[in-house]
Nanobody, 120 residues
Framework: QVQLVESGGGLVQAGGSLRLSCVAS????????MGWYRQAPGKQRELVAT???????NYADSVKGRFTISRDYAKNTVYLQMNSLKPEDTAVYYC??????????????WGHGTQVNVSS
């Protein structure tokens, strides 16, 4: 079993910054990628940013230039630095882990989410 624990969410004013962290633990053989997704009230979950084990990154157009994803796979940890926050960034942010278990089964796991509120 895998556990993902997010932290760093909170309330900030527009233009402010926040850094999210996610620590993974459990039966992880190898990491394919880690990332962040978000879901706002009344909207579908959407990709925010991902990073592969090789360091390749992918960002949603809405956050390019403002958010930066990074990782420390030695600690099974992924970060999301969020700058120039906007009210439309308000959402629950979920950590994602795409990985192989020791039985070589590919599994996609999710954290419980952390709330980010950006006030105008």
């Amino acid at each position: 079993q895998v556990q993902l624990v997010e932290s760093g969410g909170g309330l900030v004013q527009a233009g402010g910054s926040l850094r999210l962290s996610c620590v993974a633990s459990g039966s992880i053989f190898s990491i394919i990628s880690m990332g962040w997704y978000r879901q706002a009230p009344g909207k579908q979950r959407e990709l925010v940013a991902t990073i592969t084990s090789g360091g390749s990154t992918n960002y949603a157009d809405s956050v390019k230039g403002r958010f930066t994803i990074s990782r420390d796979y030695a600690k099974n940890t992924v970060y999301l630095q969020m700058n120039s926050l906007k009210p439309e960034d308000t959402a629950v942010y979920y950590c994602n882990l795409d990985h192989y278990q020791y039985g070589k089964l590919r599994v996609d796991d999710w954290g419980h989410g952390t709330q980010v509120n950006v006030s105008s």
